[in-house]
DNA sequence: TAAGGAAATGTTATCGATTTCATAATTATA
DNA sequence: TATAATTATGAAATCGATAACATTTCCTTA
């Protein structure tokens, strides 16, 4: 309820003062500074943040766009964004897109109105194409960048930090060629095309470059979670000849494709490799442990939050993406198949 | 840039019109309202929302605060708060206390300053224990609620959802005793004070009813990682008599209990059944399937905001906790042990 | 059709902190 | 000590949308 006008009266000094007083406090007398102190203690005063936001014309929020909050990978890299944005005075406001169910208008009318000083969109970005395409007229929106989400045409033109995916499936896919297993199937994760083009795109690579044939039939297109990991699998195996290995476009639908091998009287590895994307906590646990390609979430968000910062600062950014490396982390769930 | 003054004047109406423009349009006449729209898009106006919240005193942000966003159980809660949330136009602030690693100042300040037309708790409440203690003078907080935890006395004054822990944990208990369990060992989750004690007392409370000798040494601290689940079980397994069932304040720990029996060379649920709380979505798939007690996250959200709501726009509350019904679930991973 | 009432629109003060510009107080310099 | 150069403080404008209040326009009905 009080105001700066109520701690000046209080104080005796004017309001200019007390604004001097939490933002350069340095300029005034020590005995200035102590009047205005106790004034503030009497008279209960705090900021109103909302007044101070609309008078500099910042918000010191940030807006992290993300398909599910339920997503382990997303949540290590909002972890790593966390820890910046804290150190740099931001707050997170999360938009849980629920894998892009959520009505665009709502979004685009976060990006508008200067309720966010920056935004990070996460994984799938199909949400933003529509958003943005409002931007035609001189709607000013503030700095975006994309990480986790290799960049497509429309978007190109946002910085992003991400893993080379492309490399990391091409990768993934040659340890299993080099296990000997020819029948590979792949599950993308559609929702986030870019990325899931450019994974697939690896996965044909590998086949090609060892000559071996991509069978249409064993790609399929998931959507990141545990059932629909199962789902896909189940599929696979009801064919006359299932897959001696799977490459999963995330570790959530890895783990739910070793449940349904395993549910019907299969093995993992001696019967059907399964190989999965992120190294979630629960790899490492799963029976048997998740091979897996390993992403530093926290560094991505960290790496994301930082050159953010630098682009609200206004300073001089690369606009290329920022790739960090990725890891194969080999366990039990891949070896040479069982003839 | 472009304001409601620049609207105004290209649509030669005044600004008050412009603003009855999206806040009544229906008190407009057709012909005003096509004018202001044209204006609009000639000008590719777009809202300050710092002007709006300030003028209005309102920021329609709703702040949550939670132990890590990474803990399943706390991601369904949010997703049911989120749906809520949506409805009512409220975005969600997030605060993750990194397990309560947070300065509590900086939480302090989200408190007092408007920014947040309302705050929930989830899970432990010591942050803000402190945050409160600074609301002695006549400073204002927005609404609070807290969930996921049972009350203790320094916040009882707040609205609350959550399940009964105590019984929920005497269920579980009971499940172990009936299938003939005797030396049962509980891992707390200490964050939680008030939801660990409460599960705690269930747990003894079953012990007693049947007779049961509660050993001290059975019952440990964990902070709810699968890191500590499998800590804490490796140390219970180096015991000379190991106990024969263990019960888990969460699932996580349960998952990473069950990964260290099973490495350990022992047999789940046949030599040591475990048992868990939450039911998140990767306890179906462990192996064995895990048995646990769930929760009903997302109606707990849903109830929480729509209290929040309630109390927001200033209707009669119950003060009284409301309590969301719990199930046991039962899988495989719990049994008679073997001799 | 004039009067009364409702509906539509305009004028202007306002929210609270910051900031510019002006002035007073202090210190340094000659 | 007078004057210039700093430094500390105050007065008042300002950010952009909203809301209270005033006024005008449009209907309705006697």
Redesign the pocket.
Known sequence: ????????KEA?????????Y??TP????E???NKVTLAIKKTG????????N????KSNVIVVVIPSIGVPHFGDVLKGIETVAGEKGFSIMIIDTQFNTMPFDKMANTFFSNQADGIILLGSVSPFKNALSRSNSSEKHPPIIVSCENATPDISNFPSVRIDNKAASTTATEHLISLGHQEIAYISGSLSSGVSGEREAGYRLAMDKHDLETVEELISDGNLTIEDGRRITRRLLNRKKYPTAILCANDEMALGSIYEIKNSGLRVPEDISVIGFDNIRYAEISDPPLTTIAQPGEEIGEKTMYQLCHIIEGLEVDYSPTIVPHQLIIRSSTATPEK
Chains 1, 2 share one sequence.
């Open positions: 309820m009080s105001s700066v006008k109520a701690v000046a005796g000094v004017s309001t200019a003062t007390v604004s001097r939490f933002n340095e300029q005034l007398k005995n200035t500074r005063y705090s900021m109103n943040s909302l007044a101070r609309f008078r500099r014309g």
